[in-house]
Each structure stands twice: as C-alpha cells, then as structure tokens.
C-alpha cells in the first residue's frame, strides 16, 4: 500500500483544507464513472482510504507514529457496525455529488453540486482533422420548474427533522480496541438534509429535480483524436437543494478512414503507379482530407519510395493553423503478362543496355539478348 500522504499529493504537514482539496481532485480525476482506465477504480478506493484516515485527527495521529499498523489489521480500525468502506464507496459511486468520506461526519445539509456526466460521441474521420459543432441530445437532470427545486408543492415549504432537529446528522457511541469513539452519521430520515418535505411536489415526487432530454450543440475542435475528451460546463446532472449544476464529459471516437491512417499529426497512405510511371515521372492525383491532389511522380521513382505533401495532414488541437504533413508509400506495379508488342519493346529496351555494357553478364536474359546483338 503506498503512504496515505503520496495517495493525496500532499505533504506530511498539509492542513485538513488541503487535505479535502487534494482529496476532492484525486477523486473526480479517478471516478470510475468518468475515468474508463484499467485500475482508475482501485487508485478511486485507495484514495478513499487515505482520506479516510488522514481527515481523522485521531487517525491521523495513529497513522503518523505507527503507520498502517496503527489502524488494525484492515488498514482501518474495527468499525463495528459502521459498515466500513462499502457504504462509503456505494455511496460515492453513485456520482460526484454529495460531500467525500470524512470518517462518517461527512454534512450534507446544504446545496449540494449535481453529477458529472459522460456522453460517447463517434465521429468521422474528417470530422475530427477539421472540426464540426455538432447537437447531440442527453438525458440529465433539471431543477424542477414547479417547486424550483425545494421539493415541495407550491405554497408548501420543508419542515425541520424531527430525528435530529435539523442538524443532518445522528450521532451513535461505538467501542473498539483503541477505545470508545462517538459515530456521526447522515440522519437516515432527511438524509443529511435536516429537513423533511411532507407535501412533496406532484412534478418531480419530492425530488427537486427532474429528468430530461436536452439538446446541447458542441463544438469539436479541429485535430481531436479518438479519446480527446470535451469538458461543457454546467451541463451535468443539477445540483440539489440550489447547489450548481455537474459538467458534461464528451469522449471522443474518431471512425477509420477506408485509404488514410492517421499517426499523430501526420497522415499514411499508398498509391499504387505503373513500372512506366515509376520509370518515365507523371503527376498523378491523390486523395487527402483537402480533397484530390496533385502529386509528383519524379523519374526513376524507386518501389517503397516515400513522397511527402506537406501540410495535408492533421491540425495541431488547439493551434489549427500548424498542420502535420501526408506520409504517400509509393507501390510500384509490375505487369502480371504482356502483350507482344510490349514484350518486343522491352526486348529492345533490354538489348540496349546490354549493348551499353550496363547489363549483368551473369543473367540468362541479358547474355541471351547481347548474345543477339553481337
């Protein structure tokens, strides 16, 4: 297990606010509910784990002079009933929203920020080199219009827990082997709220929030790449109780070109010409993003030769002036028969060169057509 304190980023003497900063950024970048990476949900329980400790004092305190076998024999003292780490995480997976693990003292009460959400976008291929805005629809939650997100019906208002008298919180004594510890916990009648609707809104059932479709335009910009992921602000879930709206994460995935092959900024692709074309030069035309081009086929042009269009290939993101360039293989066809015509014209090409001295006096085909010369 790595030291709680390299799990946050955080020096030994970070204060409890740096604590829950480090926390609350190691945790939206880890989610498994945003980040798809193998091992991203282990890396979001261990973060979990080390704030749990460390935003204990007492925990904390055990943690610095002893390490790990301070806490028990989990990595944690034995909580009893506390449910340990599933509730924890159970609660945590279901989104961003809600207050992080703080060894069960964690207040709800209050605004509280609505989900981040993910939504999976394909693009084509030339969409992604050149850029598009694009509407897309996603289903997420909006503040109520009826009770504007209260929860209760219109002329009505939340009253205060009976439970906890408003505080959000019940607390509970628990025993273990370090001693008697006072367990805070969400109050399970409000959840936290410290408030209880008894006449809830008929449109969104006590809720304050509501699920809809929407439509959103987004802009792609030019030179994304399968796994670019799109940040929109404020397009998540909503926030409860007044609290601000999650952000929308778009990711990405850009469809295969039937002849382009995109490596980083530059683009791959073949061209098949002739034996002749390859010999004599030609301007021939090739596919790119732009569009048909022009490309030079220079005399004595080899098999597997390289040729380079530059600045046909993929924009730099966030710098579309900056263009990579398009990478052509040049493959050289060999006729598979050949007419008599073209047989007799090769048959003289070839005796021209052995007459030149140019030929490989080892080659059957040579020796035979200087043989005839002579």
Same mark, same amino acid.
Not at 257 to 271: A, F, M, N, Q, S
Not at 310 to 326: D, S
Not at 341 to 352: G, N, P, V, Y
């Given at each position: 297990? !790595? ?37 991203? $949900?282990?890396?979001?329980? $261990?973060?979990?784990?080390?704030? $749990? #400790? ?7 305190? /055990? ?58 976008? @394909?693009?084509?291929? &030339?969409?992604? #080199? ?11 939650? $909006? ?9 209760? &019906? +219109? ?11 408003? !505080?959000?919180?019940?607390?509970? +004594? ?9 367990? #805070? ?36 910009? !030019? ?5 670019? /992921? ?7 879930? !909503? ?31 073949? #061209? ?5 074309? +390859? ?8 596919? @790119?993003?732009?569009?048909? @081009? ?27 002036? +900056? /263009? ?31 007459? &030149? ?18």
């Amino acid at each position: 297990m !790595a030291d709680y304190y390299d799990l946050l980023g955080v020096s030994r003497d970070a204060d409890s606010d740096t604590l829950k900063r480090a926390y609350r950024r190691m945790a939206r970048q880890y989610h498994p509910d945003i980040n798809k990476d193998p091992g991203a $949900e282990d890396r979001f329980k $261990e973060i979990g784990r080390a704030y $749990e #400790v460390l935003g204990d004092p007492q925990n904390r305190a /055990r943690y610095d002079q002893f390490g790990e076998a301070g806490l028990g024999g989990g990595g944690m003292p034995d909580m009893g009933d506390m449910g340990g780490f599933a509730d924890l995480f159970e609660t945590f997976f279901s989104g961003f929203g809600g207050a992080g693990p703080t060894g069960g003292r964690a207040q709800r009460r209050g605004p509280q920020q609505g989900d981040d959400l993910r939504y999976d976008l @394909t693009i084509e291929f &030339k969409q992604a #080199v050149f850029g598009q805005e694009r509407e897309i629809k996603i289903p997420h939650l $909006e503040t109520c219009d009826n009770c504007r997100g209260t929860g209760s &019906k +219109a002329g009505s208002s939340p009253s205060t827990c009976t439970t906890c008298s408003g !505080a959000g919180q019940v607390r509970r +004594a628990t025993r273990t082997p370090f001693g008697s510890f006072t367990q #805070v916990a969400e109050c399970p009648s409000c959840s936290g709220t410290g408030q209880v609707i008894s006449d809830p809104c008929s449109s969104c059932s006590g809720q304050g929030v509501k699920q809809v479709r929407k439509k959103l335009r987004i802009n792609i910009p !030019a030179g994304v790449d399968t796994g670019t /992921r799109l940040r929109v602000t404020g397009e998540g879930n !909503a926030g409860l109780r007044g609290g601000p709206s999650g952000d929308l994460y778009v990711f990405l995935k850009v469809k295969n070109h039937p002849k382009l092959k995109r490596d980083g900024l530059t683009i791959h692709t073949e #061209v098949d010409v002739s034996y002749l074309q +390859a010999i004599l030069g030609d301007l021939i035309q090739v596919e @790119t993003v732009d569009g048909p @081009t022009d490309l030079e086929i220079p005399i004595g042009t080899q098999p597997n030769s390289i040729l380079i269009l530059e600045n046909k290939g993929i924009p730099k993101l966030g710098n579309p002036v +900056a /263009r990579g360039n398009q990478s052509i293989l040049i493959n050289v066809s060999l006729p598979k028969r050949l007419t008599d015509d073209e047989r007799i014209l090769l048959e003289k090409l070839a005796a021209h060169h052995s007459a &030149k001295g140019t030929q490989n006096h080892n080659s059957g085909l040579f020796s035979r057509l200087f043989g005839q010369d002579g």
